[in-house]
Structures are given as C-alpha cells and as structure tokens.
Nanobody, 126 residues
Framework: QVQLVESGGGLVQAGTSLRLSCAVS????????MGWFRRAPGKEREFVSV????????LYADSVKGRFTISRDNVRNTVYLQMNSLKPEDTAVYYC???????????????????WGQGTQVTVST
C-alpha cells in the first residue's frame, strides 16, 4: 500500500519561502508522476503542480507559475515543492499525490491520482 508523508509547512510572512517535501513508500516511485494540490479554507481542492516520473516535464497552475518549483529525487523517493514569494492567497493545506498510471503525466485532474498524503498546512501572513 502506497504511503505519502508531507512535511515542511508552517506559518510564514508574505514574500518569504518554504519548501515542502513528500516522502513516498510502498510503490516504485521512479516510474510515477507526482503532483501537488492545495485546499484553501472554504474552497475546492485545486491543482498546483505535477512532475513527470523522470523529472523532465512539469506543469504549474497559472497562480503559482514563476514562484513555485516542483522537483523530485528518485533515489530518496521524495518530491519537493519550493515556494517562493509567498502570498496570503497561498494559504492552504497542501497535499502531494501519486499518479494512478506509471509513466504517464496525469495533469490537473485529481481523479488521475490514486494515493494522497495527509496534508501539511501553509499559512502566509501579511
């Protein structure tokens, strides 16, 4: 059974940075794309970013493009989300997710992922 454990969230001021990590076990990490989603209070879960199994392809939501960077370490079975120039509207619980199908880039649809972490809270103050 796949397990995903996020870490790195916290309370920060606007304009600063955080790096989220997600450690994966129970599946051959290196053949699955990995995604990040977030859910803000009172809002639906939204796509943030995805990285292909090799790390060669990435996608970002328009709201984070140019500020966030997704990366992965296929030796450590970990995916990262570097978040720079944080804004109060980035406040949310952030979830990592593993793609349902190996080798495919799943995109933005939550249904394309079949394993989720428990989430880590990111709060950005003004």
């Amino acid at each position: 059974q796949v397990q995903l454990v996020e870490s790195g969230g916290g309370l920060v001021q606007a304009g600063t940075s955080l790096r989220l990590s997600c450690a994966v076990s129970g599946r051959t990490f290196s053949v699955y794309a990995m995604g990040w989603f977030r859910r803000a209070p009172g809002k639906e879960r939204e796509f943030v970013s995805v990285i292909s199994y090799s790390g060669g392809s990435t996608l970002y939501a328009d709201s984070v493009k140019g500020r966030f960077t997704i990366s992965r370490d296929n030796v450590r079975n970990t995916v990262y989300l570097q978040m720079n120039s944080l804004k109060p509207e980035d406040t949310a619980v952030y979830y990592c997710a593993i793609a349902r199908t190996p080798f495919r880039l799943p995109g933005r649809e939550p249904e394309s992922y079949d394993g989720w972490g428990q989430g880590t809270q990111v709060t950005v103050s003004t």
